[in-house]
């Protein structure tokens, strides 16, 4: 959409399942169904993955994801760090990867070229906090209540969306 409209893409982050503990919970703990549920649901979005060309793994367990929503305010600083919000989608939707896990979060925050002690510095210290406070009030404001959403102007679309689906969302006036 970025090629064919001049659109700015900003990420507010959202406090996804908050009360999940830095250890994870099995799926079947959040979402308390059987596995044979859990597997129907996870067939359903790589399906959905699949088709939009994404990657998606055989993903076990949640984790708390506000300290990497903190690292990937922190890597907005740098150039090289724009980047690292997919990173961390794949590591977790795809590797399966504890993102609580702050030496998980340096050795992705290396592979993108951000400087390891001032990375450790900001993830140990939670320098970025008040910005991801500000991104979750932010969230409640626009009456966010899943992800991902994509809101243009005043109207909003929730959870994973085709091209086409987006497209009519930026045309309609």
């Known amino acids: 959409?970025?090629?064919?409209?001049?659109?700015?893409?900003?990420?507010?982050?959202f406090p996804l399942h908050p009360d999940t503990p830095d250890s994870g919970l099995t799926l079947?703990?959040?979402?308390?169904?059987?596995?044979t549920?859990?597997?129907?649901?996870?067939?359903?979005?790589?399906?959905?993955?699949?088709?939009e060309g994404l990657p998606y793994g055989n993903r076990t367990h949640?984790?708390?994801?506000?300290?990497?929503?903190?690292l990937a305010k922190y890597a907005?600083?740098?150039e090289e760090g724009k980047a690292l919000n997919r990173k961390l989608f794949e590591a977790y939707f795809v590797e399966g990867l504890n993102l609580a896990d702050p030496e998980v979060l340096l050795e992705l925050a290396e592979s993108f070229g951000l400087p390891r002690e001032e990375t450790e510095e900001t993830i140990s210290k939670?320098?970025?906090r008040n910005e991801v406070d500000a991104d979750w009030k932010r969230a409640r404001e626009l009456g966010v209540r899943g992800v991902?959403?994509?809101?243009?102007?005043?109207?909003?679309?929730?959870?994973a969306q085709p091209?086409?689906?987006?497209?009519q969302l930026v045309l309609i006036k």
């Open 126 to 128: 939670r320098l970025f």
């Open 76 to 78: 907005e600083t740098f």
């Open 148 to 159: 991902p959403t994509f809101i243009y102007g005043k109207r909003a679309l929730v959870g």
């Open 28 to 35: 079947e703990e959040l979402f308390l169904k059987s596995s």
């Open 62 to 70: 949640t984790y708390n994801s506000r300290l990497a929503q903190e």
């Open 1 to 13: 959409m970025k090629q064919t409209y001049d659109l700015t893409m900003r990420w507010i982050h």
């Open 37 to 51: 549920e859990i597997e129907i649901m996870k067939q359903r979005m790589s399906d959905l993955m699949a088709k």
């Open 163 to 167: 091209y086409e689906t987006l497209n």
